[in-house]
Structure formats: C-alpha cells, structure tokens
C-alpha cells in the first residue's frame, strides 16, 4: 500500500509547534502500527512540509521553519494540513495576506485532497471558500471574527473536531493543542484506530471528547461604539449578583426596555440575559479554579439562588458539570495547602 501524501502548510505566520508536531507525529506513527494494521512495505504517512516558498521561513514567533517544497512544486496531494497561525490580533485574521496559497488550498482539494485545518489555521482555509455550508471548528477565540467574515460556515465553535463535506473531504481541530485530536483522527482512518490508540498512549494525547467549550474565555466586544450599551456592561461586571440584572441594566442606561435589548444585542451580539449568563459562568469557572468555595457557595457569589439552575447552567455551557471543571482546571498545589497564586504573593 502506498504511503498517504501529507502535505502540511507552513506560512510567514504559522506557529512552530503545530507545524513541528503534526510532522513528528505522522512520520513517527509507522513505528507504533499495530499488528492487525499492518505490517506495511512503508511508512504510513510521506509527510512534507511545503510553503509559498521552498527553503526556511521566519515564523510567527520568529523560529524558523524549513519548506521541503513550495506550493508550486505539489501538483497533487492526498492531505493538505493549515496549522495554527498568529493569533496576535485576538482571533481575528487580515483575509489577502496569501492568495497564491489560497487558490493552492482549494485546487487541491478540487484534485481529491482531504483538507485539514488546526487552531485559527482556520481562518486560512475559510478564505478559500471551502468550508460555506460545511461545519467546521477552530480556535473559540476566532468565533466571532470567522462569523464576521465568513457567515456561510457552519461553525461548531464547542467542538475540538468537525469532519464535513462530502466524502470527510474537510477536517477542522479546534484551539491550540487540539491538532492532537486532528493528528489522531488522520491515523484511525487512514491507518487504523489500533494504531490511534497507541499513538496516544505513547505521547499522552487526550481526545477532547468533551470539546473546547470549558476551554472558552468570554471577552465580550467593548469597542462597537454604543456609550449607553459600554457603560451598561461595566456596571454588570460590577454588579454580576444583581436581582433581574436585565431589568437593572436597562435602567441604569436610561434607555426603554425594547431599545435597550436591541441595541445590547446589536453591540455586543448577545442578548442580555445570555449575556449575563455568559459573565456569571465566566466569574464562577475563575472561582472554582482559584477557591476552596463550595459549588453552592459560588453559585450565591455569581447571582444564583438555587444552586441546581446554576449546575444546570454551568454544564449547558462549558459541556462539563461544576465538580467536573474544578477536577480539570484546579491549579496545582506545590505543598498540599496553597494554590499556586497564593504562593507567588509570598
């Protein structure tokens, strides 16, 4: 069986470890194949990375990756792989900075071409047009700024992987180290889950299961403009226990009820309860990070009477119950008593 031709993308604004890690990883897999997977007359996987230009490049970080090849060089590949990119900007991604590479993108997969994505990669891959009408996933911290720009996209933003388009022909990873989902997803089903399976347990990669909502931070947008909206959201975060804090917000901005809900929802692309919502999960996610506080003593502390509509809440969403996030994000303890903040203000 002929190796699956990997070619994975590297650009002026990639990041090293993706680019690094996805290139490692499926180079290495052939020594992990299982039994009933193989034996094989060669690697799995013939991995190249290529870039507009052959040779090595500065990257976002100012390491340099090495181009085996340049775009122009692949006339045809089984898997095109877009890596994270600066995210910088906060999510957000200048569109034109690579037409050449685009056009590339989507002639390859006009060529049969799986075409994968990681992180804010993304962004990249959306300008192609490749990903209107498909789900996808990619970094939650570009949510807002693909919704913008690319309204066609279906994006699943809570999902660390989205396979879509016909024939799986488009697969998207979400945040950061969720190319470890990508990596593992590309050996089951082109190798075999046997050999996924190994994989991860040789490099300690974790499926995200779960997806990336408890992952997510909100920053609600605060530079749409609207003073009254602005002046609204900063005495919520002052006042996030309030009674009807709708109600309270609407007249602290000396707006009507009607406009002030559309015009919050216009500024910041929430309505104002989910708004609140949003904030009051945000505070409680930091407190039951950082405090020994009960869950029920925290839900108090955020607005929330009844402790069983805020667990309800709270795993609608981030995807995890309240005990579940403080066992997967609690700092760590050096000595058994102290979490790591209090250490440091020693």
Not at 152 to 161: F, H, K, S, T
Request: glycine residues 8%; hydrophobic residues 40%.
């Amino acid at each position: 069986m002929p190796p699956v031709r990997v070619s994975i993308l590297a650009t002026p604004d990639s990041l090293v470890y993706p680019v690094s890690g996805m290139f490692e990883v499926l180079t290495w897999v052939g020594t992990l194949v299982a039994d009933d997977e193989g034996p094989r007359d060669s690697p799995p996987f013939e991995v190249e990375i290529v870039g507009p230009a052959a040779g090595p490049m500065p990257s976002a970080s100012g390491l340099p990756i090495v181009a085996h090849r340049s775009i122009d060089e692949v006339a045809e590949t089984d898997i095109v792989i877009v890596p994270s990119v600066d995210m910088s900007t906060k999510g957000d991604w200048v569109p034109g900075r690579y037409p050449r590479v685009v056009a590339w993108i989507r002639g390859m997969h006009e060529g049969g071409a799986t075409i994968c994505s990681a992180c804010s990669g993304g962004m990249l891959t959306a300008e192609s047009g490749l990903l209107d009408g498909h789900e996808a996933t990619m970094h939650w911290a570009s949510e807002a700024a693909c919704r913008r720009r690319h309204p066609g996209v279906r994006l699943r933003i809570d999902e660390a992987l989205v396979v879509s388009g016909e024939g799986g022909r488009l697969v998207t990873s979400g945040a950061s180290t969720a190319w470890h989902d990508l990596a593992l997803y590309l050996v089951a089903r082109y190798v075999g889950p046997a050999t996924a399976s190994a994989v991860a347990h040789f490099q300690l990669f974790q499926w995200h299961r779960d997806g990336q909502a408890a992952f997510g931070v909100f920053h609600p947008p605060t530079d749409h403009g609207d003073a009254a909206i602005a002046a609204s959201q900063r005495w919520i975060a002052d006042n996030i226990a309030v009674a009807n804090p709708v109600e309270q917000m609407a007249e602290q901005s000396g707006l009507p009820a009607r406009t002030f809900k559309r015009r919050f929802k216009a500024a910041t692309e929430h309505a104002p309860i989910a708004y609140v919502q949003r904030l009051r999960v945000e505070r409680a996610k930091r407190r039951l990070e950082h405090s020994d506080d009960s869950i029920e003593e925290i839900s108090w502390e955020v607005g929330y009477e009844d402790p069983a509509s805020f667990r309800r809440l709270f795993k609608r969403l981030t995807g995890l119950t309240a005990g579940e996030y403080r066992r997967r994000f609690r700092l760590p303890r050096a000595d058994g008593r102290a979490p790591w903040p209090e250490l440091l203000r020693r």
